[in-house]
T-cell receptor, first 117, second 115 residues
C-alpha cells in the first residue's frame, strides 16, 4: 500500500506570495492532519480534516488555510508569505477503523520544505 | 492543555550501548502515546505506540511502557546500532472533541551512535 505523498518536496517563494501544498493520504484513510516543523518551535499542529470538514485547528493566523476533497486528498494554502513561514510542512493520514475519534496513529509523508526569501 | 517533555539532547552513544530517552506528559483523560523517529531529510515514522495504562509498545528492539502513575512513556533499547542515529519524538493524542487529529509532540531528542 502506498504511503502518504506530498507535493512538491521543495519550494522557494518570496515574501508576500502565496503557496499551495498538496497531500495524498494512504488509500482508505479519511483523516488528514497538517503540521509545521521548525527548529525553534518544533512540531506544531495546523489543522485536521475528515470527510471534507475541518474538525480541529491549531493556533495559526488566518493566512493558513486548508481543504479536503471527496477523495480525501488535502491541500493547505499560505497567503502573504512571511520569512517566518519557512519550515517543513508535514501531512499525516489516519485510519478511522475502530472509530472516528481521531486518536489513531498517524502516518506521515516526507514533507514539503518551504523556503521564503 | 496537553504537553510532552523529553529529556534534553543530544544523546551520543557507542554501538551496542543501552539507550533510554525519557518522556513525561501532561494530559486530560486517557491519551494514546507514541514514539516517532525522523531520519535526516525525511518525515516522521511511527516507531511504537501504547493506548492504555501498562501497555508496552515494541518495535525493532525498541520498547516503551505506558505508566499512568508516573505519566511517563520512556523509550528503551538494549543495544543501539549506528543506523539508529536519528531524532526521536514522543507524542500523545487525546480522543475526540478539540483534540481531533492533533498530536502533541515533545521537542525531540537527537541520538547519535558511533561505531
Amino acid at each position: 500500500k502506498a504511503g502518504v505523498t506530498q507535493t512538491p518536496r521543495y519550494l522557494i517563494k518570496t515574501r508576500g506570495q502565496q503557496v499551495t501544498l498538496s497531500c495524498s493520504p494512504i488509500s482508505g484513510h479519511r483523516s488528514v492532519s497538517w503540521y509545521q516543523q521548525t527548529p525553534g518551535q518544533g512540531l506544531q499542529f495546523l489543522f485536521e480534516y475528515f470527510s471534507e470538514t475541518q474538525r480541529n485547528k491549531g493556533n495559526f493566523p488566518g493566512r493558513f488555510s486548508g481543504r479536503q476533497f471527496s477523495n480525501s486528498r488535502s491541500e493547505m494554502n499560505v497567503s502573504t508569505l512571511e520569512l517566518g513561514d519557512s519550515a517543513l510542512y508535514l501531512c499525516a493520514s489516519s485510519s478511522t477503523l475502530g472509530g472516528t475519534s481521531g486518536r489513531n496513529e498517524q502516518f506521515f509523508g516526507p514533507g514539503t520544505r518551504l523556503t521564503v526569501l | 492543555g496537553n504537553s510532552v517533555t523529553q529529556m534534553e539532547g543530544p544523546v551520543t552513544l557507542s554501538e551496542e550501548a543501552f539507550l533510554t530517552i525519557n518522556c513525561t506528559y501532561t494530559a486530560t483523560g486517557y491519551p494514546s502515546l507514541f514514539w516517532y523517529v525522523q531520519y535526516p531529510g525525511e518525515g516522521l515514522q511511527l516507531l511504537l505506540k501504547a493506548t492504555k495504562a501498562d501497555d508496552k509498545g515494541s518495535n525493532k528492539g525498541f520498547e516503551a511502557t505506558y505508566r499512568k502513575e508516573t505519566t511517563s512513556f520512556h523509550l528503551e533499547k538494549g543495544s543501539v546500532q549506528v543506523s539508529d542515529s536519528a531524532v526521536y519524538f514522543c507524542a500523545l493524542i487525546n480522543a475526540g472533541g478539540t483534540s481531533y487529529g492533533k498530536l502533541t509532540f515533545g521537542q525531540g531528542t537527537i541520538l547519535t551512535v558511533h561505531p
